[in-house]
């Protein structure tokens, strides 16, 4: 008994012990957890909050609202319309087929456009939108409107979509827009920032160049989500800015009266004031409705626009490579006289054709002009003329003269990146790129702007206003202000050594529109007001045989990519001049019956509209 | 005078038993449950949903049922100690057999009227097996190579039923609660040490052991932002659950990790995580100092039992639940690798609830029965 009692004190100290060893264990324990928690709950408690906060609120970005373009009257030439959408949220749909099948027969959907909207859906999560079409009809908005009632989940939307009301008027200068792709979002930095899914981008054109401007900014929404990304409620709005709407220098008047001169044919057509460089018009023929590509292009259509033969994706003002031909002319004798290689009184005997180097070159009128100066020479642009004066005149010199006019040059710098410089041929030149010498030969049909030269519309519309103008550096532009804001040094510098040599110039091309004889007489204004002088061209684009220049054919003869680019340059009032204008019609024939024509129509319009142009103006054009 | 005394505490009678319970223990019980309601209630988003009505009930139904074992004589609960073991090993391995598979384990055994996970019984109900054994043993015995070897075999035999499942977080607390009856039997504090060295050493060839998705649980404890969207997903979100609570948390339901489901199994083993998320800091030290008020009174209850058995019950029971909630809190607070333990009370789950309560029970009855002697 003792034993055992002895035993069972043993035991309990032992117990009591370990009791009391435990309970400093767990007392110490009971700290470390406080610790932590004090730790986690107090001292990085803001961090926590950050991150608790970062999990359950998500920002939604919406598309901003595009900046518009305006002509320069205010008119919208490429705004914003609100396109009626349908969208599906299919977790919120019962059943997902009957729906879609309503829906599909109450659009009248196809089986094609039918695929891609199930395609479509598998691609997304079930809380994310699904928009079954993107720019709906009227009726068919209003015919869903109308059974919503047994269409569980389906969100009749009206959103804000790009229109172009002029349609193909302006495609070409301004461009259209379409669905971003990777290489937008990897090139521009605005898109990147302001990228949603569905987000229209400025492909080609102005709307391109001006992307950072015109995108303008999201509208943000929070929501509150929950750990599958469903939105719970909407926590915030944070309104997006607007792009800037840009204001053209462009009168839709004029460039509709182009569009309208120019249908059914190839070709380009601007219009250009002399004093400002700014552009009245610019367009190029055939178009295209710009429309189509918003909301993504059939490949039907895309087809019929890409395998049109005369290309209406090419901008030919700005990527038309074209021999001048004739138009050239008021350069070179520009350039003959400011070099001193002959006046007024220098004249030249043609015969129809003349031989140098062993080479026959033919004027453009069989029997010849007979004895021909300067002034005459323009007027009836004598070819015969222009392969003496080049001859003695010499490349290097006429090219000098005429890259000083912008040939040769890009008119618009960086605003396109399509544009092309043309190319205008020197000695140095050729002996670079073909690694060849010079020809005289060459020199010759140079000087009647064959060969190498080679000039795009808005170069050919520019050195017209540049010689209008008395011979003053200008930089065209086309939106407004751009003419403010850091202006080169060289503008409205005299580009000529002699500025009598500039009114001798200028004076022929009155002769040639306006006398009798002037290869563009049938074209002429007799009214002042109106009067313009010009300079036609017709440039040949395959070298004639000598069988073919016994046949004399006549235009409609000739298979139509063989027939010549018909061009024409000008500028109006006379008097008083304020326009200038290049036409160029490809395959059109002959200058001054198919290009010249165009002209008288479009001075009519544009010296009409030239009051109310300047009443326009906040500021008096500057006078030289 | 001393003889009437003897008596009538043999006695116990009705009305005694009940000036002899402890009502502090008791009202944190109580207490614990309504907060464990409550919590259970913002699991359910606010409403009074599944969990909440189911919780309710059991927390009803087991805490009279703690009431009817705290009124059974503490002596008829140490003659059931060997008898009650066998019977749970005999569950166990029928739900080796016949269990029901959730979530990749085969854990729970169909009772016709409950679905019971016996290895959640076994936590307690291996501290009465074991305290019975060490009762009546000399303390010269205590250290003897037969004493260690049955007793181990009692802990392993019930360890290996439960690795099989596979719980492997269930089988360490069984091997806690043991181990702690060990403990407080005297083995000699050498083997303690010992085995803690061995483990430590062996813990390489342990991972080596591990099922992959275990070995993962260790390997996202190291680093959780391993794979912050796949294992460390839990320990992260837990984490910014309690670290945004702050000082007084984010109100009653107004958890946002839990409420926007960013928080795994908030009903179960990270039911503190969302508790405090909404109470913070303040909540949970509150929380805790309930906890420790319970096991303060579980171990002074043992301290004032006549009856070794009774104490070593309350001694071992009170480490136990001790560990338990360590456990869970230092999981879901980052400090111990993803095992699958239940907050005692707080968490949802029946047999986790029923073994937690039948423990109290016991204690209560060792309270109540506190003058017993047992031959």
Known sequence: MINSSSDNVKKLNSINRRMFITGSFKFFIMVGIVSRLFFLQVKENKKYLTLSDKNRIREWKLAPVRGEFHDYFGNVIAGNFEAYQLHVIPEQVDDFRYVIYRIKDLLELSDKEFKKVLKKKNQIKPWETLIVSDNLSWQKFSKINNHLYDLNGVKPVISISRNYPFKENFTHLIGYVSQANQ?????????????????????????????????????????????????????????????????????????????????????????????????????????????????????????????????????????????????????????????????????????????????????????????????????????????????????????????????????????????????????????????????????????????????????????????????????????????????????????????????IVKDAMFGSTNEVMGTSYRSRIDDPKYQFAGKTGTAQVKKITEEERELELKTFEIPYEQRDHALYVAFGPYKNPRYALSIIVEHGGNGSTTAAPMAKKLFKLIIDRHKIRQSMDDKRYLEI | MYQHTRLTTNRFTFFQKFRNFDYVLLFCILLLGFISLATMYSTDGGEVLFHTRSHFTKFIVFILMMLIISFINIKYWFALGYLSYLVIIGLLIGTYFFGITSSGSQRWINLYFINLQPSELMKVFIILCLAKYFHRMKIENVNSVYTILTSLIIIILPMGLVIVQPDLGTSVLIAISGIAVLWFAGVNHKYFIYTLLGFVISLPFIIAFLKPYQKLRVLTFLNPDRDPLGAGYQIIQSKIAVGSGGLFGKGFLKGTQSYLEFLPEKHTDFIFTLFSEEFGFVGSVILLLIYAVIIYRIVAIGASCRSYFAKIFCYSFGAAIFVFITINMSMVLGLLPIVGSPLPIMSYGGSSMLATMIGFGIVMSARVHNQQLIA
């Open chain 1, 183 to 503: 290489n937008d979002i990897e090139t521009t930095e605005s898109i990147k920032k302001n990228f949603v899914p569905g987000l229209k981008v400025g492909k080609v054109g102005l709307e391109k160049t001006f992307e950072k401007e015109l995108i303008g900014t999201n509208d943000i929404e929070r929501y509150e989500v929950n750990a599958y990304g469903r939105r719970i409620s909407q926590l915030e709005f944070q309104k997006g800015k607007k792009g800037k709407t840009l204001r053209l220098t462009i009168d839709t008047e004029v460039q509709k009266l182009a569009n309208d001169l120019l249908k059914e044919k190839a070709g380009s057509i601007c219009v250009m004031d002399i004093y400002t460089g700014a552009i009245v018009a610019m367009h190029s023929s055939p178009s295209f409705d710009p429309n189509l590509f918003v909301f993504g292009i059939s490949q039907d259509e895309w087809q019929l626009i890409r395998n049109d033969p005369m290309k209406p994706l090419v901008n030919k003002t700005l990527q038309g490579n074209y021999s001048p031909g004739s138009t050239i002319k008021p350069i070179v004798a520009l350039s003959a006289l400011e070099n001193g290689i002959i006046n007024t009184n220098f004249t030249v005997k043609c015969t129809g054709k003349t031989e140098m180097y062993g080479q026959t070159y033919h004027c453009w009128k069989k029997k010849g002009h007979g004895y021909v100066s300067l002034r005459n020479a323009m007027k009836q642009s004598c070819d015969t003329y222009f392969y003496e004066i080049a001859r003695k005149l010499g490349v290097d010199k006429l090219s000098a003269t005429a890259k000083k006019f912008g040939l040769g040059e890009k008119v618009f710098g960086d605003l396109f990146e399509i544009e092309k410089k043309g190319l205008i041929p020197n000695t140095q030149w050729k002996k670079n790129a073909l690694g060849k010498g010079w020809l005289l030969g060459e020199t010759i049909i140079t000087g009647i702007g064959q060969g190498y030269i080679q000039t795009t519309p808005i170069q050919l519309c520019l050195m017209t206003a540049q010689i209008a103008n008395g011979g003053h550096k200008i930089y065209p532009y086309l939106v407004v202000g751009d003419d403010k804001k850091d202006q080169p040094i060289d503008k409205y510098m005299p580009l000529y050594e002699n500025s009598k040599n500039i009114k």
